[in-house]
């Protein structure tokens, strides 16, 4: 069965950084496009970033220039390096896959605070 388990979240001061990874597995993570979400607390979960199996990436406009998705295939992993963080950015963070269905993580809670 698809299983996504998100890793690296924590508190971090504004400016700071984290890298977020998810571990995949139960699908030919090669082959799928692969996507960050967020949903801060009280608002609708947002799509961050997403990167296809050919590598191409895009990004919503709030994090362009300050976050960075990649993918480790031989891993079968996905990662979300965000810099620069703010406390807008505050949120549960999933990774999400459609292989014949939505599937999604638990999250990781990235809190970012002075």
């Known amino acids: 069965q698809v299983q996504l388990v998100e890793s690296g979240g924590g508190s971090v001061q504004p400016g700071g950084s984290l890298r977020l990874s998810c571990a995949a597995s139960g699908f030919i993570f090669r082959l799928s496009t692969m996507k960050w979400y967020r949903q801060a607390p009280g608002k609708q979960r947002d799509l961050v970033a997403t990167i296809t199996s050919g590598g191409s990436t895009s990004y919503a406009d709030s994090v362009k220039g300050r976050f960075t998705i990649s993918r480790e295939n031989a891993k079968n992993a996905v990662n979300l390096q965000m810099n620069s963080l703010k406390p807008v950015d505050t949120a549960v963070y999933s990774c999400?896959?459609?292989?014949?269905?939505?599937?999604w993580g638990k999250g990781t809670l990235v809190t970012v605070s002075s």
């Open positions: 999400n896959v459609a292989v014949g269905g939505m599937y």
